[in-house]
């Protein structure tokens, strides 16, 4: 069965200063992995997706993501973090079994500091 | 486009009652997926839909949990009776899919449960 690992339940990081958010993921076959963003009192978000092709997934307000087989990892990354970053972020992985479904990580605080 | 539609946004209700949610997905998108978002926690799929027919219910606690989509648009979710272990926010996603490719989910905002 697919699964994804967020080892970092919160993480601090000072506005401007670069941000990046762990993932690593457990998958039979070619990975199809999501970033989404999940901000107070609203649905999910999506940032970007790696499913085929460059390592290096660029996606919405400025983050981008590193895809890395060997070290089985999806982190997401933005070189200069905003307030507005702050907000809880989703690793999730497609299950090409039955349906598409995505199976998600348990999820990251963000906390960026003025 | 209009994204998906959830109603409503917040329920409080007392253990053992009923209570149902509602999700209208993406005009066109053929599949709909229930998850469950306990506080904390990442979503965790209840539930999905490719029209009207079950792709997968596995994880749905069917002695309480129901979900139908009987025209392959709406969809309902009902609880019933409601324990206290309920209190997540149920989010509804869909999604367009082809032969040839999968373009990912759109989320609705979800509706927060609250069971006292």
């Known amino acids: 069965a697919q699964s994804v690992a967020q080892p970092e339940d919160q993480v601090n990081v000072a506005e401007g200063n670069p941000l990046t958010v762990k993932c690593t993921y457990s998958v039979s076959g070619n990975p199809y992995l999501f970033w989404y963003v999940q901000y107070p009192n609203r649905g999910l978000q999506f940032l970007l997706k790696y499913i085929t092709g460059d390592n290096l997934v660029k996606g919405s307000y400025g983050f981008e993501a590193e895809f890395n087989k060997s070290q089985t990892s999806f982190h997401l990354k933005k070189p200069s973090a905003l307030v507005s970053d702050s907000a809880l972020y989703f690793c999730a992985v497609r299950d090409l079994g039955a349906g598409n479904k995505l199976t998600f990580g348990g999820g990251t605080r963000v906390l960026v500091k003025p | 486009e209009a994204g998906v539609a959830q109603s409503p946004r917040y329920k409080i209700i007392e253990k053992r009652q009923s209570v149902a949610f509602w999700c209208n997905p993406i005009?066109?998108?053929?599949?709909l997926y229930w998850y469950q978002q306990i506080l904390g926690q990442g979503p965790k799929l209840l539930i999905q839909f490719q029209n009207n027919g079950v792709v997968d219910d596995s994880q749905l606690p069917k002695d309480r949990f129901s979900a139908e989509r009987l025209k392959g648009v709406d969809s309902t979710l009902k609880i019933q009776p409601a324990k206290l272990e309920d209190s997540a926010v149920y989010l509804c996603a869909s999604s367009l899919e082809s032969t040839l490719m999968w373009y990912g989910y759109t989320f609705g905002s979800g509706t927060r449960l609250t069971v006292v």
């Open positions: 005009s066109g998108h053929a599949t």
